[in-house]
C-alpha cells in the first residue's frame, strides 16, 4: 500500500512527518503547478469548483509515482466539499486508475465503528506499536503547529522587516528544509530553530505598514498556487497579511464543535450578520472580516472559487459589512481561466487605495 | 397586517402551509406576482453576480413585494428531511436579501425545519409571535396549515402518452414556468408525456440511494438521483431531461452521479440562467424529442450498427 493525499497549502510536511513516523510507504504529490491544474481540468466535470480539480491533479501525478491509496477527509455539511470522495472515486475509475480511498469522515454519520475500520486500514500497514502510532500522529500535528506559526509570523512581519525579503528568505528555506527531513524528531527540530529565526528578523517598529487580512474559501486561502501566490506577492510589496485559517485552525475547530466551543471570537465577529452555520466557512469569512476591523487592519480580500456556493452568501454580506465599518473588503474569485495580470493589477490597486485611504484626507470628503 | 410572500423557490411545493397559517392568525397574505421580465429585471440589478437564477428572481420577488406588506417572509429552510440540507444558499437567503435590498420591511426569518412535528412547531411559534401574541390561536393556525399541507400534492404524472420523459431537477424550476419556460406544456404539444420525482414512493428512492458510497446531504440531490436512475432502471421512460440552473453547485455534482449510473439511456441537460433564449431551448427539444421518436418508434431497439 502505497498513500498519498490531496495537497493542501503546508499539510504535505505533516503528513510526511506522520507517514515517516508511522513507517508506511507514501508519495507526496508533486508541488501544485500549472501542469496539475491543466490535467485536472481536463478530466473534472466542467461545473465543479476549483479545489476538485486541483486535487485530480494530484491524485494523477501521484499515480504515476505509483501512488494506490487516498486520504481524504469529508464532511456532511451541505457544501459540495463532501461529495469529492464520490465523485473522485467514479471519476479515476473510469480513467481505469485502481485507487482506494479512505475518507476520514465524521463518526456521526459514518459510525464510530467504520471511522475505527478507516483509521485501521492507516495503522494496520504500520508495523509499529499503538503507543507508537498514536505518537507519530503527535508529532506531525506539532510539525502543522510548527509551520502554520512560521508562515503567519513571516506574513505578518514582511511588513517591518529591515532588509528586504528577509521573511520570505526563511520561510521558503524552512519548507525546504523540512521536506529534506526523514525523521519527525529532526523536522520538530528543525522547525523550531526557524521558528526562533523568524522569531529573530531585525525588524523596523517605527514604521506602519499596511495590514490586509486573508479571508475566503478555505481551500483556496490555504493552498498557495490556486490564489496564485497572494500572500507571497503582499509580502514583496511589503504588506501584512493575517490569514485566520490555516490546518492548525481547522484541526482545533474540527474537534472543538461538538463542544461548541470553537472560534467563540469569530462566531461573536459575525453575529450581527450571519448568526447560522450555512456551510462551508461563510461565517467564518464574515466574523474574520469584522475582526480584521476591530484589530485594526486596512482591508480585507476575500477569495474564493468560482461557483462556491456558501461564500457567495458571505459575497452578499460583506458589502453591507465595508460599508458599516467604512472598511475597505475586495472579493476575488478564482477558476482554472484566472489570469494572472488581470489578478495583479486588482491586487496593487486594492493596496494603492489602502494607502491612499490613509494618507490622505480625500478620503473623509 | 399584511404579510408578504414571495413567489419563488419552495412557495410551489410548501405555500398551503406559509398561506393558511398567516391567513389563521389574522394577517393578510400577498403573494407577488408569477416571475416575470420585471422581476428578473429587479433581481439582476440587486445580487450579487455569482448567485444562480432562482436566487436572483427570489431577490426581484422581494423587491417587487417590499412596499406593498408591513412584513416579509423570507423562509430560511435548513432542512425538510433529517440530516440533509437543501443548500448553503438557502441557509443564508434571508442574510443575502436584508444586507443588498435597500428599504426591506420587518422581515420573518426564523429557521425553518421540517424534520418532525415539534420542530416545525417551533417555528410556527416563533414566526406566529410577529402577528400575534396568542399561542393558543398560533396553534390553532399551525394545525390547520399542516392539515391543507397535507391534502396537498405536487408533480407531474402525463398518461396516455407514446413516448415519455423524466423531468429531473430542483422543483423551483421545475414549476416555475417562467425558468422553464413551459417546458412542460412544450413536451406535451411533442406528444412527449412527463414524469416528476414525486410520482414514485419514496422508499424505492432510498433503495437507489443507498448504492452510494456516500450518503447525498441535500434532499433535492437524494430525490433527483433515486429517481432518475430507479427510472432508468425500470425502464419508466425513454429519456431523462434535467433542469438546471447555471453555477448551481448541487446539480454539478448529481449530474455527474446521474451520468455515471445510467448507461447509454437518453439524458439531456437544459441549462437555465438569465440569458437563456427561448428559440435555442425550443429547437434542444425538438432535437431531443426527434431522437426519442426515432429510438422507440423507427429504430425498434436494433442496433444501428446493424
Not at chain 1, 481536463?42 to 491533479?57: A, H, N, T
Not at chain 1, 491509496?69 to 464520490?86: A, K, M, N
Not at chain 1, 510548527?146 to 528568505?169: P, T
Not at chain 2, 425558468?179 to 406544456?185: A, D, E, F, G
Request: charged share 25%; hydrophobic share 40%.
Amino acid at each position: 500500500m502505497k498513500i498519498t493525499l490531496p495537497h493542501l497549502g503546508n499539510v504535505y510536511l505533516a503528513a510526511k512527518a506522520l507517514f515517516d513516523g508511522l513507517n508506511v510507504d507514501y508519495v507526496i504529490p508533486p508541488l501544485n503547478s500549472n501542469s496539475s491544474l491543466e490535467i485536472g481540468s481536463f478530466y473534472s466535470p466542467e461545473e465543479i469548483c476549483l479545489p476538485f480539480k486541483i486535487m485530480i491533479g494530484n491524485y494523477i501525478q501521484a499515480i504515476e509515482q505509483g501512488a494506490d491509496t487516498v486520504i481524504l477527509t469529508g464532511s456532511c455539511g451541505p457544501c459540495r466539499f463532501g461529495e469529492y470522495c464520490e465523485m473522485q472515486m467514479n471519476l479515476l475509475k473510469k480513467l481505469g486508475h485502481e485507487l482506494q480511498f479512505i475518507v476520514i469522515d465524521s463518526p456521526g454519520d459514518i459510525g464510530i465503528k467504520e471511522l475505527y475500520n478507516r483509521i485501521n486500514k492507516i495503522s494496520l500497514s504500520s508495523n509499529l506499536t499503538k503507543y507508537e502510532q498514536i505518537k507519530a500522529l503527535f508529532n506531525a500535528v506539532k510539525v502543522m503547529k510548527l509551520i502554520d506559526e512560521i508562515e503567519a509570523r513571516a506574513h505578518y512581519l514582511a511588513g517591518y522587516e529591515k532588509i528586504k525579503g528577509e521573511c520570505k528568505r526563511v520561510l521558503n528555506s524552512a519548507k525546504r528544509d523540512a521536506l529534506n527531513c526523514n525523521n519527525p524528531t529532526a523536522m520538530i527540530k528543525l522547525l523550531t530553530s526557524y521558528k526562533n529565526k523568524i522569531n529573530s528578523i531585525e525588524v523596523n517598529t517605527n514604521i506602519n505598514p499596511i495590514k490586509i487580512a486573508i479571508i475566503g474559501e478555505i481551500y483556496t486561502i490555504i493552498e498557495p498556487f490556486s490564489n496564485l501566490y497572494i500572500e507571497e506577492k503582499l509580502m514583496e510589496y511589503g504588506v501584512s497579511t493575517k490569514r485566520r485559517l490555516t490546518p492548525s485552525w481547522w484541526v482545533k475547530n474540527t474537534a472543538l464543535v461538538p463542544t461548541k466551543l470553537n472560534s467563540l471570537d469569530i462566531k461573536r465577529g459575525a453575529k450581527e450578520y450571519l448568526s447560522h452555520q450555512i456551510g462551508g466557512h461563510a461565517r467564518e469569512c464574515v466574523g474574520e472580516a469584522v475582526l480584521a476591523y476591530e484589530e485594526g487592519f486596512d482591508g480585507a480580500i476575500q477569495i474564493f472559487p468560482m461557483g462556491c456556493m456558501p461564500e457567495i452568501v458571505s459575497k452578499a454580506i460583506l458589502p453591507q459589512v465595508s460599508k458599516d465599518k467604512n472598511f475597505p473588503i475586495m472579493s476575488l474569485v478564482v477558476d482554472e481561466m484566472t489570469g494572472e495580470a488581470g489578478y495583479v493589477t486588482r491586487i496593487e490597486a486594492f493596496v494603492d487605495l489602502l494607502e491612499r485611504r490613509r494618507y490622505n484626507a480625500l478620503s473623509r470628503c | 397586517m399584511k404579510v408578504g410572500f414571495p413567489k419563488g423557490f419552495l412557495y410551489f411545493k410548501y405555500y398551503p402551509f406559509f398561506k393558511n397559517f398567516f391567513n389563521e392568525l389574522g394577517a393578510e397574505i400577498i403573494t407577488s406576482e408569477d416571475t416575470n421580465k420585471k422581476i428578473l429585471d429587479e433581481g439582476v440589478k440587486y445580487c450579487v453576480d455569482e448567485a444562480c437564477l432562482p436566487i436572483k428572481l427570489f431577490h426581484g420577488h422581494v423587491a417587487s413585494l417590499r412596499d406593498k406588506c408591513d412584513v416579509i417572509l423570507i423562509p430560511r429552510i435548513m432542512q425538510i428531511r433529517k440530516r440533509e440540507y437543501i443548500c448553503p444558499k438557502f441557509c443564508g437567503l434571508p442574510e443575502m436579501i436584508l444586507n443588498t435590498l435597500p428599504d426591506v420591511p420587518r422581515a420573518i426569518t426564523t429557521p425553518f425545519y421540517a424534520v418532525s412535528a415539534s420542530k416545525l412547531y417551533s417555528f410556527a411559534m416563533e414566526a406566529g409571535q410577529e402577528i400575534t401574541n396568542s399561542k393558543a390561536a398560533i396553534k390553532r393556525a399551525f394545525r390547520t396549515a399542516i392539515f391543507e399541507q397535507n391534502k396537498f400534492k405536487t408533480g407531474i404524472k402525463n398518461e396516455n402518452y407514446s413516448i415519455n420523459v423524466a423531468l429531473v431537477g430542483h422543483p423551483y424550476n421545475l414549476y416555475d414556468n417562467f425558468i422553464n419556460m413551459n417546458l412542460v406544456k412544450k413536451l406535451n404539444n411533442l406528444g412527449v408525456g412527463v414524469i416528476t420525482e414525486e410520482s414514485i414512493n419514496d422508499e424505492l428512492i432510498d433503495n437507489e440511494v443507498k448504492k452510494l458510497y456516500k450518503r447525498p446531504f441535500w434532499t433535492f440531490a437524494r430525490n433527483s438521483y433515486g429517481f432518475a436512475v430507479h427510472s432508468h432502471k425500470n425502464k419508466l421512460v425513454d429519456g431523462i431531461i434535467y433542469i438546471s440552473s447555471f453555477a448551481c453547485g448541487i446539480d454539478s455534482v448529481i449530474v455527474e452521479l446521474i451520468k455515471d449510473n445510467i448507461g447509454e439511456s437518453p439524458f439531456m441537460i437544459l441549462k437555465v440562467d438569465e440569458h437563456t433564449g427561448e428559440a435555442g431551448l425550443d429547437t434542444r427539444i425538438e432535437a431531443f424529442v426527434d431522437m426519442l421518436e426515432r429510438r422507440v418508434l423507427i429504430e425498434n431497439n436494433t442496433s444501428s450498427l446493424g
